[in-house]
């Protein structure tokens, strides 16, 4: 039994621990029924081989019984420290997340994307929105360092804003 069971713990590694363990202690009573057995001197109304054999066919086998719980114990404590490790990682990817959302975004806008709200449309009377696209804006950038392309990021929309302030 003891064997089938160590087995079936040790059967998710390459350990061959289960082996040694049934090897000694099958090692062990053949020693002591060939060699022990036959040379105690019979010393009161319970020879020394006697209490030997009781131990090691009675005592230890029982002993070796707790093994397999001590071993799925071991393994389940093992598998919660690994769980707990992945849930502190997780939490700290969510928290990562939650301050990137905040940096990137206005905090209203990102406590109602943490809220799970797909669609966030507000309406802003007197308010336009416009996208643009600069072509070559890396370049621009490379070539001429941040200052002068937000400089002329700066001119570029109160153009924009003198051209709408015209037409509205």
């Given at each position: 039994y003891c064997a089938v069971v160590l087995?079936?713990?040790?059967?998710?590694?390459t350990s061959n621990s289960w082996k040694y363990l049934i090897a000694t202690y099958s090692a062990l009573v053949l020693v002591f029924h060939t060699l022990i057995h036959p040379r105690v001197q019979v010393s009161g109304s319970v020879p020394v081989w006697s209490v030997c054999l009781y131990v090691l066919n009675t005592v230890l086998p029982s002993s070796l019984s707790l093994l397999p719980f001590i071993l799925s114990v071991h393994h389940q404590r093992a598998d919660e420290k690994r769980d707990e490790a992945l849930l502190a990682q997780k939490v700290r990817q969510v928290a990562l997340e939650r301050q990137l959302l905040e940096?990137?975004?206005?905090?209203?806008?990102?406590?109602?994307?943490?809220?799970?709200?797909?669609r966030i449309a507000d309406r802003y009377p007197e308010t336009s929105v416009v996208f643009i696209y600069v072509c070559e804006y890396d370049q621009m950038l490379t070539a001429h360092g941040p200052e002068a392309v937000i400089s002329w990021l700066n001119r570029v929309f109160?153009?924009?804003d003198a051209i709408l302030t015209l037409h509205y």
């Open positions: 087995q079936s713990n040790f059967a998710d590694t940096a990137l975004m206005p905090a209203a806008i990102s406590h109602k994307l943490q809220d799970g709200e797909q109160c153009c924009f």
